[in-house]
């Protein structure tokens, strides 16, 4: 993990607002999975969580689920190995399909049997067989229902081109009970049974999301963010036994690498309320249940350097701090909207203006979740802290007005 004074150097040498993802961090943790996790059990990585560590965790898992054509361009033009590719992902053509197929992906979702309708086709039309997990509805929007897995298995001989290998099943992410897990587990292992007994169709593989949660806020416990996947390792020893199993996740893995930082630029009070305004926004920092600013993730509170324009600032009458004893706050952003509120109250010592504020366990989805073309602010830099401690620009700043401007 990054500690405060290398935040503290990152921000001033780089700049705010910016992401930091910790690579050394995320590898250490992927790899403290692994040993929990029965082995043969394969790891993958579900992109869409944060597509900038990708390089990293392709490094250190077994798969990649891609879930668009966008998706898919990205681990093209980074080299990714086609083969560790699960294509997956609501929407999709016969053109998205075809793409995938031509760059050589190692297995096919299906949302729906149109979708088995369109990889058939393809496959027909390349000359090739294509390995299909078809993904069972858990109670959402997405998959199959059972009643349309098992047309599929009944018409499996009319789709020549396909092997169905296994099943795809997510049900939803920050859940805190591993009886969820178990109960889920017990059913596909009685389904896979079922399809046994009733089309002969032994079913070897399941790709399977556990949703394991991770905690994000402060009353939230830390003490050990991988008890989740230990509870829930002696069920996958026996999940194993009856399948080829890869766990798929994207938070659990991602969410503890990541750094936002954010500079204070405004202090100031309005009757029993002390607004601290910062550079950045809810356009950046979006934690799965944080409801509007009602909960407070953690944050590390650095000092800025000291100010260069402090004698005009007193001439002004701004102390560009609030007198002592008012230590609550409600940070805001940079947007017009009352709704840009990141933290409705969280008490500092001594906040001041130009102070660095950085929001931990950002790793998974801020990046990519934000509503980053409202009020045409300048987009954030994202930057990696490599193993060796250099830093790398992923992305640089940008501005989102080229994007919101009429060609």
């Not at 790709?207 to 003490?223: I, N, R």
Request: proline letters at 4%; a negative charge.
């Amino acid at each position: 993990m990054l500690d405060k004074n290398r935040l503290k150097e990152i921000a001033n040498e780089y700049g705010t607002p910016s992401y930091v993802f910790d690579v050394a961090g995320l590898k250490e943790r992927v790899s403290s999975i692994r040993e929990i996790v029965p082995d043969g059990v394969k790891l993958c990585y579900s992109i869409k969580a944060n597509p900038f560590l990708i390089p990293a965790m392709g490094e250190v898992t077994d798969r990649l689920e891609v879930c668009s054509p966008g998706e898919l361009s990205i681990c093209k033009s980074l080299g990714v190995k086609p083969e560790t590719i699960v294509y997956s992902g609501v929407c999709k053509t016969k053109e998205n399909i075809r793409e995938a197929v031509e760059f050589g992906c190692g297995v096919y979702t299906a949302e729906s049997l149109l979708h088995v309708k369109y990889l058939n086709e393809v496959a027909i039309e390349l000359g090739k067989k294509l390995p299909v997990l078809p993904r069972l509805n858990a109670g959402s929007q997405f998959g199959m229902s059972k009643e349309d897995l098992f047309v599929l298995f009944s018409k499996a001989l009319e789709y020549s081109n396909l092997e169905i290998v296994g099943i795809h099943y997510f049900a939803g992410t920050q859940r805190t009970k591993i009886s969820h897990q178990v109960k889920e587990l017990t059913m596909l292992r009685d389904l896979y049974d079922e399809v046994e007994k009733e089309f002969g169709i032994r079913l070897k593989r399941l790709e399977y999301g556990p949703g394991l949660s991770y905690p994000y806020f402060v009353g939230d416990s830390f003490e050990d963010t991988l008890s989740p996947m230990k509870e829930l390792a002696p069920v996958l020893e026996e999940v194993k036994s009856w399948c080829d199993l890869t766990i798929e996740m994207g938070r659990f893995f991602a969410s503890e690498c990541g750094y936002y930082l954010t500079r204070v630029m405004d202090i100031k009070s309005n009757k029993d309320t002390n607004y601290c305004i910062l550079d950045g926004g809810m356009n950046h920092v979006n934690y799965l249940g944080q409801i509007m600013g009602m909960k407070v993730p953690v944050i590390h509170h650095i000092k800025g350097e000291a100010k260069e324009n402090a004698a005009s600032e007193t001439e002004l009458g701004i102390s560009g701090r609030l007198p002592q004893g008012s230590n609550d706050y409600a940070l805001c952003g940079s947007l017009c909207t009352t709704a840009d509120v990141l933290v409705r109250k969280v008490s500092f010592d001594n906040l001041e203006i130009d102070d660095i504020l950085a929001f931990c366990n950002i790793g998974a989805y801020s990046v990519t979740e934000g509503i980053y073309l409202f009020l045409s602010r300048t987009m954030p830099r994202i930057l990696l802290a490599m193993p060796d401690g250099q830093i790398q620009i992923a992305r640089d700043f940008f501005e989102s007005s080229t994007i919101n401007t009429i060609r």
